[in-house]
């Protein structure tokens, strides 16, 4: 199969230091990929290159391919003009904004067979708690509501990859099942996606793929079925009592 | 004292640093720039209506918006020379580069339009009102109606439309609105143009006031900050209200002690507001109101 993204020699460096050194990750269309690692292993620096975005002013080298075409050195709004849309850690939405105009203000290409753009109805069916605060600042949100109008926003745009930097951080553990889950049913209808995730457990249970990432570097990939097994995952992240 | 005429005085006065203002106030709560460069592009849109009029002796009213395009490419211009500095949001060399570019604009504008002082006549200055003993000019009248209308429509532009969602992203954060797939560069250059000709706008209709002169943009820009500052860095209907309260202050300090002191209590004022409450003062995400 052909991946729908493809990366190549990925090399990110801070001021001269190595951050991410990743010769080549690939991602399957209609699949979930989950990108487990440490704090500090390069998770967000690796999907922030990805998208050709960063808070800070890193060197980034190598090739990003989506559906074929190089998109490494377009700025960030290409990116997300092409469907390769990424959900940033933390501070994701716009606090001054209304839930609604969060997701208003983006500008829907139109839908085709790879990339369905959401209307704003339809994201509030998939996340009613947004429609019942429509008209609220996001800054009056919660962690996890705040999550889902970033996930949402995302999803207007008509993802053609999703990249998730840690969807989960902050939330209580009930509401990061609901997400995760939310996530897997967007994949099974066809949306491909990256998740960065520093819950593995949760992540194992919806991830088709899984990369180990330790010091910027892809020390392991595989199935996941076959990566719950490895001594790496289970010693650090799963423990000893998992599977 | 006629104190209902020096209340017009100020009313008029108010709204001219209220309208000379609206620009910087957008830029300031959007883009967190000082632009010390205003004043001059106030003088240059002055200019400009002035030279099309002698050259080309088109009317006042269409000399206007010929001022007023010119304002929007001199602001785009600017954005496209500064905007590596403005992503970086890099504040002390964009006060300077600013600075610099306002004496460029007043150095060019000596040399294309000579040191003598000239006037902008508006046909609206010969017709008067009169009620009793309070007076007031056809000029006048626009100018209230027109900067009234021009904060009105960019509150509803800054509330309602997707293209005011976009200037209060980037106010809030432009990085974060790159993901939401918009072109951080084109809104700064939009916002820097809406600057440019929202000031070249004010200067066609408060400078039929005075004489014109290639070195008046410094006391423009002194007191145009005072205005965006006192009314909260930033708040669109706070500059308004500055501006107002700034041109009644103006008038009645001029007719009651002296006008020669004016911009000195002004400052006294300013530095007074932020003393006493200096959390007004702090940029913030609201500046939309």
Known sequence: ?243 | MNVAQQLVNGITIGHSYALVAVGWTLLLGSARLVNFGHGQMYMVGAFVAWWVMRMTGLPYLLAVPAAVAMGAVIGAVMQMLMLRLTLEQNLVSLMIVTLGFGQILEGGAGFAFGAQPQRLVSPLEGIDFRFGPVWFTAQDLLLVVATIALFLVLRWVLARTVLGSWVRMVAEDPKLTQLGGVNVALVYMGIFAFEGAAVAFAATLVAPRTPIMTSMGFDQVIMTFVVVVLGGIGSVGGSYAAGLGLGLFTAFFGALVSPAYTTTAVFVLLIAVMVLRPGDLAAGRGFAR
Request: charged share 20%; no cysteine; glycine share 10%.
């Open chain 1, 1 to 243: 199969m052909i991946p729908v993204l493809e990366v190549r020699n990925l090399a990110v460096s801070y001021g001269g230091d190595a951050a991410v050194a990743v010769s080549s990750l690939a991602l399957q269309p209609g699949t979930l990929s989950g990108v487990v690692g440490a704090n500090g292993a390069g998770k967000s620096t690796l999907v922030n290159a990805i998208a050709g975005w960063s808070r800070a002013a890193p060197r980034v080298s190598g090739s990003v391919l989506l559906d074929g075409e190089d998109v490494g050195s377009l700025p960030a709004h290409e990116h997300v003009r092409r469907g390769l849309l990424l959900v940033p850690e933390g501070h994701g939405v716009f606090l001054g904004l209304s839930v609604e105009e969060n997701l208003r203000a983006v500008r829907s290409p139109p839908s085709s067979s790879v990339r369905r753009a959401f209307s704003v109805d339809e994201v509030y069916d998939l996340f009613p708690r947004l429609r019942e605060r429509r008209a609220n600042a996001a800054g009056s949100m919660s962690g996890g509501e705040r999550q889902m109008l970033a996930m949402a926003r995302a999803l207007r745009l008509g993802p053609r990859v999703l990249l998730l930097d840690e969807p989960s951080i902050g939330l209580a553990p009930r509401l990061v099942i609901t997400l995760l889950q939310a996530v897997r049913r967007l994949v099974d209808a066809g949306m491909t996606v990256l998740l960065v995730e520093q819950n593995v457990r949760a992540a194992v249970e919806v991830v088709d793929t899984l990369h180990l990432l330790e010091r910027g570097r892809m020390i392991a990939s595989g199935p996941v079925a076959a990566m719950k097994d490895d001594p790496r995952i289970i010693e650090a992240y799963l423990g000893a009592s998992h599977g």
